[in-house]
Nanobody, 122 residues
């Protein structure tokens, strides 16, 4: 199972970025896909997830109202649209495969992409 995260970059506070997690059709149809992030000096934390059939999504409280998660089956890609970005959103963002879409606990996710850096300047 391979996942490729992309779309990170440098943006000013209040700006937007869209992260992509591209994988195979089989992976997308079989697994929940989760997004995590790790800020410098902090532990990795869950951000969002979307179930294999797209019927269930989850966003942690700190990003609700600002981030949305979606999937494009034709492109074998899960997106994390991030709006109204804040400096505290600065982190390396990872996508990973899991089983259930609820609060994304790192221990419940198995295959991981390489991460993409998001930097939000104040």
């Amino acid at each position: 199972v391979q996942l490729q995260a992309s779309g990170g970059g440098l943006v000013q506070a209040g700006g937007s970025l869209r992260l992509s997690c591209t994988t195979s059709a089989a992976t997308l149809n079989f697994y929940t896909i989760g997004w995590f992030r790790q800020a410098p000096g902090k532990e990795r934390e869950g951000v969002s997830c979307i179930s294999n059939n797209g019927g269930r999504t989850y966003l942690v409280d700190s990003v609700k109202g600002r981030f949305t998660i979606s999937k494009d089956i034709a492109k074998n890609t899960v997106y994390l649209q991030m709006n109204s970005l804040k400096p505290e959103d600065t982190a390396v963002y990872y996508c990973a495969t899991g089983w259930r879409c609820d609060y994304p606990y790192e221990a419940e996710y198995s295959y991981w992409g390489q991460g993409t850096q998001v930097t939000v300047s104040s």
